[in-house]
Antibody, heavy 121, light 107 residues
Framework: QVQLVQSGSELKKPGASVKVSCKAS????????INWVRQAPGQGLEWMGW????????TYAQGFTGRFVLSLDTSVSTAYLQISSLKAEDTAVYYC??????????????WGQGTLVTVSS | DIQMTQSPSSLSASVGDRVTITCRAS??????LNWYQQKPGKAPKLLIYAASTLQSGAPSRFSGSGSGTDFTLTISSLQLEDFATYYCQQSYSIPRSFGQGTKLEIK
């Protein structure tokens, strides 16, 4: 069965970096893109960007350029989100999600369980 | 970028009620509209894609309709397990924007 399993919660100080992983199983990893979604405490879902698992080309939403890097290790079917120079406002749950393409109708059919990143001194 | 606006932001209803949530896009998105359900502390779950196609495993009391800029999610008879937050999302273009969410609470 398809699964996306994310790494565990992180507590980081302002200015540090964090790398969140999303390990896929149960399907051919390079057949589907991986998206990342942020959810700040008590807030809604915010699309951060996606990475093409065939070309490894990332695309970022406005507001998620510069300090945010999406990457892959296709040999272990894993996607990564790295955030540098962490700020308190980066405190959020970060989700990865597989994007399915059904005759060019795109949707996020499987999600990771979420990774809580807390930034606090 | 396409903006998605849901209404209402919150809604109180009772078990057995029929409930409708609306979602409006800032420009036409054809039928590239998805609906997700999220319960506290859990990842979102896909309910409906392409505006009206029920995801495998989603209960048949959920239905979606609309095209262009205006869409609705309807729950025909609310069950206890349906009290959650619902999000629409457009997949017409990048960035894949979400609505702000509709929190469905027990009356």
């Amino acid at each position: 069965q398809v699964q996306l399993v994310q790494s565990g919660s992180e507590l980081k100080k302002p200015g540090a970096s964090v790398k969140v992983s999303c390990k896929a199983s149960g399907y051919t990893f390079t057949n589907y893109g991986i998206n990342w979604v942020r959810q700040a405490p008590g807030q809604g879902l915010e699309w951060m960007g996606w990475i093409n698992t065939k070309t490894e080309n990332p695309t970022y939403a406005q507001g998620f350029t510069g300090r945010f890097v999406l990457s892959l290790d296709t040999s272990v079917s894993t996607a990564y989100l790295q955030i540098s120079s962490l700020k308190a406002e980066d405190t959020a749950v970060y989700y990865c999600a597989r994007e399915y393409d059904s005759s060019r109708k795109y949707y996020f059919d499987y999600w990771g369980q979420g990774t809580l990143v807390t930034v606090s001194s | 970028d396409i903006q998605m606006t849901q209404s209402p932001s919150s809604l109180s209803a009772s078990v057995g009620d029929r409930v409708t949530i609306t979602c409006r896009a800032s420009q036409s998105i054809s039928s590239y509209l998805n609906w997700y359900q999220q319960k506290p502390g859990k990842a979102p779950k896909l309910l409906i894609y392409a505006a009206s196609t029920l995801q495998s495993g989603a209960p048949s009391r959920f239905s979606g309709s609309g095209s262009g800029t205006d869409f609705t999610l309807t729950i025909s008879s609310l069950q206890l397990e349906d009290f959650a937050t619902y999000y629409c999302q457009q997949s017409y273009s990048i960035p894949r924007s979400f609505g702000q969410g509709t929190k469905l609470e027990i009356k």
